[in-house]
């Protein structure tokens, strides 16, 4: 059973920073893509940012190309979201996810963390 627990969400003021961290169970991290969605109260879930089983591409929301950052280590079977320049709309739960394979070109994503709050306040 595959276990993704986040953290490092809370609130910061509009052009702060946040680091979110995703740590998985198991031992296969590395032979999967990685991935962080958020979603915002009385909105749909929506992709922020991916990262292949390497690390060797990622692929962002236009939203937020730029200012986000996603990593992974996979010797700590952990995957990061970097968030700067936050701004209120980036306010939501976000939530890291394992692809169902190496690449994240499928869009498939089988298992999901529980989230972590991020408020951005004006």
């Known amino acids: 059973q595959v276990q993704l627990v986040e953290s490092g969400g809370g609130l910061v003021q509009a052009g702060g920073s946040l680091r979110l961290s995703c740590a998985a169970s198991?031992?296969?991290?590395?032979?999967?893509?990685m991935g962080w969605f958020r979603q915002a109260p009385g909105k749909e879930r929506e992709f922020v940012a991916a990262?292949?089983?390497?690390?060797?591409?990622?692929s962002y929301a236009d939203s937020v190309k730029g200012r986000f950052t996603i990593s992974r280590d996979n010797a700590k079977n952990t995957v990061y979201l970097q968030m700067n320049s936050l701004k209120p709309e980036d306010t939501a739960v976000y939530y890291c996810?394992?692809?169902?394979?190496?690449?994240?070109?499928?869009?498939?994503?089988?298992?999901w963390g529980q989230g972590t709050q991020v408020t951005v306040s004006s």
């Open positions: 996810a394992r692809g169902s394979g190496p690449s994240y070109s499928s869009g498939r994503f089988a298992y």
């Open positions: 198991g031992r296969t991290f590395s032979s999967y893509a």
């Open positions: 990262i292949t089983w390497s690390g060797s591409s990622t």
